[in-house]
């Protein structure tokens, strides 16, 4: 299995807060990693970092062997890095439908504004559809994506960044704010679409559904990386113990 993507050294800082601290890290080919740590660790950090969307003080990332480390964040894209947000932000004028045919035009438009003005929609509304089927959300197709239900906007993020068409899905928190169900279901179909084929890695809090999925887990606490290896390893591992399970538990006994 070769390497898809590779993390070198990477540092962010925030004024004097040190959110990602000298990370490196690998994805496999193929794998579903996941990505876990008490909230503040510097998971979105990190991930914005790959994505291009922070500025960190040190790094190198390596796509497909290529170094992508000065690109801006729609090169990288083009290239084959989408992440989805953590607080997802549609664009609130658009249709559900559009907004997953806006991302499916990316590689035609560079530039959002270009695609959003100049597109003629029809074909990349038709792979959208695809999309929408995938995730679920076929029925509110044709409604505003504004004022959708938390289940509904969370799968519409994964639904754009799959017609990004990535040779790596990013996904951040994608089950958070989602029921059980909703969940299971969710993490059901991007297991699936991994089970095809494409490479994801996945920042998610929800430990049942992380260890159901993830072939490998990386843990950061404190801007570092703790741990990286087999799930069932990983958690047994008394400094993720410490760290992550000890507080996660607590806050869910809450
Ligand atoms: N834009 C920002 N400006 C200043 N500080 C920030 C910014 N974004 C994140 N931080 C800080 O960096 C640290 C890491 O935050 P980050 O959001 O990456 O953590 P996280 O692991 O994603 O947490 P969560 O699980 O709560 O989403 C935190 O101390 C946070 O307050
Ligand atoms: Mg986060």
Redesign the pocket.
């Known amino acids: 299995m070769g390497v898809i993507l590779e993390v070198i050294n990477v540092t962010?800082r925030?004024?004097g807060?040190l959110?990602?601290d000298n990370v490196s890290f690998k994805v496999n080919q193929g794998e579903f990693l996941c990505l876990i740590?008490?909230?503040?660790?510097?998971?979105?950090?990190?991930m914005?970092a790959v994505i291009g969307t922070?500025k960190p003080e040190s790094a190198q990332i390596l796509l497909a062997g290529r170094d992508i480390t000065r690109l801006p964040t729609y090169k990288r894209a083009q290239l084959g890095l989408a992440l989805t947000h953590?607080i997802v932000r549609p664009f609130r004028s658009m249709s559900v439908l559009d907004n997953v045919a806006l991302a499916a035009g990316h590689n035609r438009f560079s530039r959002i504004l270009t695609a959003m003005t100049a597109m003629d929609r029809s074909a990349e509304r038709e792979r959208a559809w695809k999309y929408l089927e995938l995730v679920g959300i076929v029925d509110a197709a044709t409604k505003s994506a504004v004022g959708q239900p938390l289940g509904v906007t969370k799968r519409l993020e994964v639904a754009r960044a799959l017609a990004l068409d990535p040779k790596v899905l990013l996904l951040?928190?994608p089950l958070a704010g989602l029921n059980s169900i909703e969940a299971a279901r969710l993490s059901d179909t991007v297991a699936t679409i991994n089970q095809q084929g494409l490479t994801v890695v996945m920042?998610e809090?929800n430990l049942g559904e992380v260890l159901r999925v993830s072939q490998r887990l990386v843990v950061?606490d404190n801007?570092r990386i703790i741990a990286d290896g087999l799930p069932a390893e990983v958690m047994r591992d008394p400094e993720v113990r410490a760290a992550y399970v000890g507080k996660e538990r607590q806050n869910a006994a809450a």
């Not at 740590?37 to 979105?44: E, I, R, V, W, Y």
């Open positions: 962010v925030f004024g807060v959110a990602v740590g008490p909230n503040g660790a510097g998971k979105t950090t990190m914005r922070v953590q951040d928190e920042i809090h950061l801007g």
